[in-house]
């Protein structure tokens, strides 16, 4: 349940592709990210991440893990993918352009 002001509300957290952490939003789409962008989430084996625990619907963190992470943080790595793929692709069109 969300407890704060907003439709945004993390559902479910999944290591089932190499290499990502897939955040379900309830009512919305998934974002996946990089579990690099995350160390002390990459440190965890398959199966202590498998232990995941949401609070409010804007936090989550794991049994073996003190860290609490939140939708602000999510977003925040996300945006970071996002410009890293920005001016990869800026860089792809500026080498056709020869």
């Given at each position: 349940m969300?407890k704060?002001q907003?439709?945004?509300?993390?559902?479910?957290?999944?290591f089932?592709?190499?290499?990502?952490m897939?955040?379900?939003?309830?009512?919305?789409?998934?974002?996946?990210l990089?579990?690099?962008?995350?160390?002390?989430?990459?440190?965890?084996?398959?199966?202590?991440?498998?232990?995941w625990?949401?609070?409010?619907?804007?936090f989550?963190?794991?049994?073996?893990?003190?860290?609490?992470?939140?939708?602000?943080?999510?977003?925040?790595?996300?945006?970071?993918?996002?410009?890293?793929?920005?001016?990869?692709?800026?860089?792809?069109?500026?080498?056709?352009?020869?």
């Amino acid at each position: 349940m969300c407890k704060y002001q907003t439709d945004i509300c993390i559902s479910k957290i999944d290591f089932s592709h190499k290499g990502l952490m897939e955040i379900h939003f309830k009512g919305f789409n998934t974002i996946s990210l990089p579990v690099s962008l995350f160390p002390e989430i990459k440190k965890l084996s398959l199966s202590e991440r498998k232990k995941w625990m949401v609070f409010d619907g804007q936090f989550f963190s794991f049994e073996d893990l003190s860290t609490v992470y939140s939708i602000k943080d999510l977003l925040s790595a996300y945006e970071h993918v996002l410009v890293a793929k920005q001016k990869e692709v800026t860089s792809v069109i500026s080498t056709l352009q020869v």
